[in-house]
């Protein structure tokens, strides 16, 4: 039935893609005029099965059509995956892997390497599932106590840090015993013992339950009070000895510095290290994070859930005003409709081939831009356990194939990297 109505020009409509099913009819004129007068659903694409795309318009007629007629009228039509099309990626440096991170994979993977599976490692080595995951795949157990251990096993401790308990637990059970802790966080371990032997009330600013938090607290239980916010330092008692402040490494400037004021408030001549004990890492990536931020439509921050320092850039993301901020384990959780400018970091425990993934599953038109604020160039050597292991398995190695002891190539431990040793474990 053909109806003396002007009809907006609609591509795919009566030129052949639907056949004559496409004859105009009152419910197609009803469709086609909905476009100029309903807001459009602008959320999907569809295509032809001849590869043509439909503009968002057109997209919701078509749908509109297929509702009332049914798949036959317009069968040609398919649903298609969201689209994005990111413009540029802002890369930030340093991201990823930190010099304590990379010091722990690596001793890990040495143990992995030395010694009949399984390996135990007490909590996860870093906070990244990936990483986890792939040392679970090479045999590594990794528990939450050392009576999970059976005897004799080799143990490595996480770069967390652990309670002394733990580390004289591991060192009574285990054949062989690396305890893998960052040395940033050794230092807050020692300033928590100096403090606690001279008689301070220690104020630790760290997060409850955090792995890191409850190894620091464990080496002077009696003597720290921890708080993470400006409310729990107003609910501290008034203390008769002295008080220092310290703090988890992995906190964020914005996490630590009102907390610190209201605690300095509160305790006039309270003890702080000359050093901070915010870790380089941690400030480093957020610098770099804020330096891109108010450039970008979407900001990618990729890590694991539980990796505090990865949550503190998500966080600083928001609060510098990105609308779109997403913390991703990796490409495929990326979302399908970003747009723009997009920035990505990674926390100090994420793989930097996952940073590619991302980046390639982007696809930008218009390429990468790293925006660096800062050389990393920090390295922590292996922990002497291991330092000992290679050095035994390098003497060993060199007899077994004839060679002689003074002419064998060094090993230079700072030359490899963790995440080409992840690649190749
Ligand atoms: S984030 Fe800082 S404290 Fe934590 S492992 Fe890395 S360097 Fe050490």
Request: some cysteine.
């Amino acid at each position: 039935m053909a109806l003396g109505v002007h009809l907006p020009h609609i591509p795919g409509f009566g030129e052949g893609v639907h056949g004559d099913q496409a004859s105009l009819d009152p419910i197609r004129i009803a469709v086609a005029l909905a476009v100029t007068l309903v807001p459009l659903h602008r959320s999907r694409k569809f295509r032809l099965t001849n590869g043509d795309s439909i503009e968002p318009e057109v997209d919701w007629v078509c749908r509109q059509a297929q509702v009332v007629h049914g798949p036959n009228l317009v069968p040609t039509i398919e649903a298609m995956p969201e689209t994005q099309t990111v413009d540029k990626v802002l890369l930030c440096a340093p991201r990823g892997f930190c010099a304590g991170v990379e010091m722990a994979i690596k001793a890990l993977a040495w143990m992995v390497r030395a010694f009949e599976p399984p390996v135990y490692c007490y909590h996860e080595i870093v906070h990244n599932k990936l990483v986890v995951d792939r040392f679970r795949e090479r045999g590594v157990v990794f528990v939450d106590e050392i009576s999970e251990v059976p005897e004799g096993r080799p143990i490595m401790l996480s770069a967390h840090g652990s309670a002394p308990e733990v580390v004289a637990a591991a060192k009574a059970r285990g054949s062989y015993v690396v305890n893998a802790v960052c040395p940033l966080v050794t230092k807050v371990h020692h300033e928590v013992k100096v403090r606690a032997s001279k008689g301070y009330r220690i104020i630790y600013v760290g997060h409850d339950g955090h792995e890191e938090a409850v190894g620091t607290m464990a080496v002077a239980p009696n003597a720290i009070s921890r708080v993470e916010s400006v409310e729990e330092v107003a609910a501290l008692p008034d203390f008769d000895e002295p008080t220092a402040l310290l703090a988890q490494t992995t906190l964020s400037h914005r996490e630590w510095s009102e907390v610190a004021d209201a605690a300095k408030e509160r305790f006039p001549g309270l003890w702080q290290p000359t050093n901070s004990d915010l870790c380089f890492a941690t400030t480093n990536r957020q610098s770099a994070l804020m330096a891109i931020a108010d450039r970008c439509d979407a900001i990618l921050v990729i890590g694991s859930a539980n990796s505090s320092n990865t949550n503190a850039l998500a966080k600083l993301a928001s609060e510098a005003g990105c609308e779109r901020v997403y913390r991703v384990n990796g490409p495929e959780e990326v979302p399908g409709n970003l747009v723009g400018t997009v920035g990505v970091t990674a926390g100090a425990s994420a793989p930097d081939d996952v940073v590619s993934a991302v980046i390639a599953s982007l696809d930008p038109t218009h390429g990468v831009e790293e925006v660096r604020i800062t050389d990393e160039d920090e390295y922590f050597a292996p922990p002497r356990d291991i330092r000992e292991l290679l050095a035994a398995l390098d003497i060993a190695a060199t007899i077994g194939v004839g060679g002689t002891l003074v002419d064998r190539p060094a090993l230079h431990d700072r030359r490899i990297n963790a995440t080409d040793v992840l690649l190749t474990l």
